[in-house]
Structure formats: structure tokens, C-alpha cells
């Protein structure tokens, strides 16, 4: 490494979220925000960083991708027996990132997530490609395996069942959560560390709450 950690900064300049310019609908926000990290052309702009909470009180994060958003909240899909299946059936309190470097911007939500209808989870197992929807079958996702030989050859067995005529239909195991937010945070990267950060909260009644956070 050519130049010391404590030296690695970047300047952010690219834009400015001031109170004005903030929607007053958190989900209108991201909308808007999505829309122009997509327009960047940037790799899996729709990646988000999930967080979920073990019996343990333990925190794990992983990547997943969001599939669908719309004012019901936020659509990722997962095997429901992997680990952060497990812990949301246990706590269903996430925590989720958007991070879009390319903007010098990132989201945060905070809510409940609780699995999607059966008919949703169906529709989109079937717009997945093959191979997606062969591994969603064959892979016991977060457990341990013996090999990644043992993985392929699932893979392989499935696959010639399908050549053969065999329908492959979405497993029970696996299917969508949706990320109902109660709390939502725009940041937008500002010269000086002056960071602008406007936050959302939900309140009973179902409306929003905006304010301006101090960076």
C-alpha cells in the first residue's frame, strides 16, 4: 500500500440536499434518488446491506438485491431457512443501506420485514433465468455442505430432471420479504465533512415526519 489509511479522504462535492429540496414522502425521495444512480450506469445500484439480529442478540450483515420497492416498502428475496431467514423470523427488525458512491449519497431504513404473498414469490421465481432458479432448489443456503463438488452435483441433477420435461416449481424455502420502513435517512456527501442528512419517521397515523440531522 502506497499511501497510509489515515490519509485515504475524498472529497465530497458532487451535490447538496437542502431542506427544500427534500420530498416529504421518504419513498418519493428514493424514487428520485434511484432514478438518478441508475442513470450513473453503476454496477447492482440496487444492492443493499441487510441487517438482521440473532436470538443471540447478536447483529449479522450481508448483500442482498432489491427487487421491488413502492410504498409498501422495500422487496428482497432469500431462502427463508438461511440465516437471515431464521433470525427474521425470530426479531423481524432489519436494518438496510443503500450505498451509491458514485453520487456521494446513501439511504438507510429501518423497519419490519415480513414475507410476501405466495403469488408474488411465484411471479417473480418465474422472470429468474434457469440456473437462478435451479440454484434457489438445490441450495440449502447458510448451512454447511461437504464440498463444493457435493453443490455442483445438485446442480447437475436438477438441471438434466429439467431437460428431461420435469417442471421446476419455486420451492417452499424460498420467496420474498418486504421491508416495511419506519424510519428512513438520506445522506448526501458535503465539502468539510458538512454532511447534508434529512430523516424520516413514520408516526402512528401512517404519515411522515421530515427533519434535518446534524452530520
Sequence with gaps: MNEPLSSMRVSYEHARLGDEDADRDPIAQFSSWFAEVLETHVGEANALILSTVGVDGVPSSRTVLMKQFDQRGFVFFTNYESQKGREI????????????????????????????????????????????QIGAVVSPQSQEIPNRAWLEARFQQAKEALERGEKLKRPNHWGGFRIEPDSMEFWQGRPNRLHDRIGYRRGDEGSWSMHRLAP
Excluded at 450505498?99 to 421465481?125: H, M
Design 89 to 132: 423470523a425470530a426479531n423481524p427488525h432489519v436494518a438496510a443501506l443503500f450505498y451509491w458512491p458514485s453520487l456521494q449519497r446513501q439511504v438507510r431504513i429501518g423497519g419490519i420485514a415480513t414475507r410476501i404473498g405466495d403469488d408474488e414469490s411465484d411471479a417473480y421465481f418465474q422472470t429468474r433465468p434457469c440456473g437462478s
